[in-house]
């Protein structure tokens, strides 16, 4: 029963944050259904391309999603249930789906741009630059960790290639092969043939059905190292062809995939607490442990169950070049954070189930996608019946498919930063510059720069880089936050939701890399490995460019308000 209590009201607090919150923020920052956005404005066929927005809800919630409110909540359920459900509802209404909203709606009316031509109109050109090296750096991370979860979920010990009885991760495999050639499909029939987006979902839905029978049958044998090296051709690929053709449609299709993954779950912890009418699951997690460190532990590894920076990038790289009306930036910016946010609460519950297999002396062990499939299978039967292999197969499918869509994108805007970080005033694209800023803004180079440095960190262990993505990728949102807020108050809008979420995102993430790079330190005099070696550099770097942006971001504010006494 305390399943369900906790996903009663989950859903509840997060529908109430949506209707008040999040109209209240839409009225105070004048949100214009009227007005022209980018996508109608440019419509370039490649990047700006309006999308439906049922199309374009799939879109950025698959992209922002990926495997982060799954890996987050279940490694931070250490802490009990209590601090990780209250940090996803607190964070996801007034802090996560602040920062992604506020993004969203300042890109839309900055012409698509990403938050570092934000930070440039109101900050001026070095924060800029500084802003976007910091957001590189932390894409990076970014293709580092899902390349890992990915790889991860795909990579078989059986010798061969095509293999009939397959095990999770060759279904799992096979079936996000399939995914893509089915992506591509669908992006020819609404683009080119004109098929409307009704019988097209039909269509795509159906084969997505085709897609779980062969996978369930046949699957892909490969080894680890080699699902590093396609993923990184397919990640490359899919940043460059236009969005029609593979983003929109893949992340589209996928997100029904989310969808029906959190009704099986809903189903599962309801059927679980009701009489033990499904399976033999039983939530067990305390509502506090006692653990040490919660501060700034806690608020970095949920990451985006309650607050990410990556989202900021998603909603001003990919997202705002396709909304076709400002109205509905408050569905797909807010409301996309806040059912993140209930994802992460399932995922609480669904550890919650098999805490004691995967919790043990106050450390999380083993991998969360696995924790997260089998707390929810469980749920509706033993490990041997057919329906919990069947629901097993399913929910690590989606893991996988939500981590490769926020690799599409993610590598995508890596190729958008580096031209606005490289291109001078009047340069529209790589074909307008000279030498050797020609060279590495050209769309391959500057994608194969960012993949290939990324998959090799991504040949890591998951826990080298986890930690210190999610403080990157904290610290990343304070910085987003401030960028907004600096940008309303030049054009006079209110600006005062977002400074307390920005101070607390800014401290718990600047502790947090204060504190890695203390530790590294101690690890690399000691004689540590690379990989400490790696943390160490990356989180120096990181803390180093964010007091230098709130420096400057302290002085913008500075002169906003000397402005407004005048």
């Known amino acids: 029963m305390t399943a369900i209590l906790i996903i009663l009201a989950a859903i509840v607090l997060l529908v109430i944050g949506y209707l008040t919150y999040g109209s209240w923020l839409a009225k105070e920052w004048g949100v214009d259904p009227s007005r022209a956005t980018p996508a109608i404005e440019v419509n370039d066929g ?72 934000i930070i440039k109109t109101s900050m001026g050109k070095r924060a800029k630059n500084l802003f976007i090296i910091f957001a590189l750096l932390v894409l990076i991370l970014v293709i580092a960790s899902f390349v890992n979860v990915v790889a991860g979920t795909f990579f078989s010990d059986n010798a061969g290639f095509i293999t009939t009885n397959p095990t999770g991760n060759e279904t799992t495999a096979m079936v996000s092969v399939l995914f893509i050639v089915l992506a591509i499909i669908y992006g020819m029939m609404t683009t080119k043939l004109g098929l409307k987006t009704v019988p097209a979902t039909i269509i795509g839905l159906i084969g997505v059905a085709l897609a779980l029978v062969v996978g ?36 589209y299709l996928s997100s029904y995939l989310l969808y029906a993954m ?222 907004v807020a600096a940008w309303l108050g030049n054009i006079g809008k209110n600006n005062k939701m977002f400074f307390i979420p920005m101070i607390f995102m800014l401290a718990a993430t600047l502790t947090s890399l204060i504190k890695t790079v203390i530790a590294k330190v101690g690890a690399v005099a000691a004689g540590a490995p690379w990989g400490d070696w790696f943390q160490l550099i990356f989180a120096a770097a990181m803390a180093v460019l964010a007091v230098i942006l709130v420096v400057e971001g302290v002085s913008t504010f500075s002169k906003q308000g000397k402005k407004a006494a005048k």
Not at 81 to 98: D, K, Q, R, S
Not at 318 to 339: V, W
Request: overall charge neutral; hydrophobic content about 50%; aromatic content about 10%.
């Open 262 to 483: 959190m009704i099986i779950a809903v189903v599962g912890i309801i059927l679980s607490g009701i009489g033990n009418l499904g399976g033999p699951a039983e939530f067990t997690l305390p509502a506090f442990t006692g653990k040490a460190g919660m501060f700034p532990t806690l608020f970095i590894t949920v990451a985006c169950g309650a607050c990410s920076g990556f989202h900021s990038l998603i909603a001003s790289g990919t997202t705002a070049k396709q909304l076709s009306n400002e109205k509905d930036a408050k569905l797909i910016g807010y409301g996309a954070m806040l059912i993140e946010s209930a994802l992460g609460i399932i995922s609480l519950i669904a550890v919650g189930m098999v805490a004691d297999q995967f919790i043990i002396d106050g450390a999380f062990k083993g991998a969360p996608a696995v924790a997260f499939a089998t707390g929810i299978a469980t749920m509706f039967g033993v490990s041997t019946s057919t329906i919990y292999g069947t629901i097993y197969a399913l929910l690590t499918l989606a893991v996988s498919v939500f981590a490769l869509t926020s690799l599409d994108s993610g590598t995508r805007l890596s190729r958008y930063m580096f031209g606005e970080l490289l291109l001078k005033e009047g340069e529209a694209s790589w074909k307008d510059a000279t030498g050797l800023r020609k060279v590495f803004t050209h769309p391959i180079v500057c994608t194969l720069f960012m993949v290939i440095i990324g998959s090799v960190l991504g040949g890591l262990s998951l826990s080298q880089i986890w930690g210190l993505f999610g403080a990157a990728n904290q610290l990343l949102a304070g910085l987003a936050l401030m960028a």
């Open 216 to 251: 369930l049958n046949v699957g892909l044998a490969l080894g680890r190292t080699t699902w590093i090296v396609l993923i990184a051709a397919y990640i490359t690929i899919a940043s460059i062809v236009p969005v029609w053709i593979l983003l929109q449609p893949r992340d």
């Open 46 to 117: 490649v990047d700006y391309v309006a999308a439906k927005p049922a199309v374009l809800m799939g879109h950025h919630f698959s992209s922002i999603a990926g495997a982060g409110p799954i890996n987050g909540p279940i490694q931070a359920a250490v802490f009990g249930w209590v601090p990780v459900f209250l940090w996803c509802i607190i964070g996801g209404i007034f802090i996560g789906g602040l920062h992604d909203y506020g993004a969203l709606f300042a890109s839309t009316r900055n012409g698509g741009k990403s938050v570092g031509e």
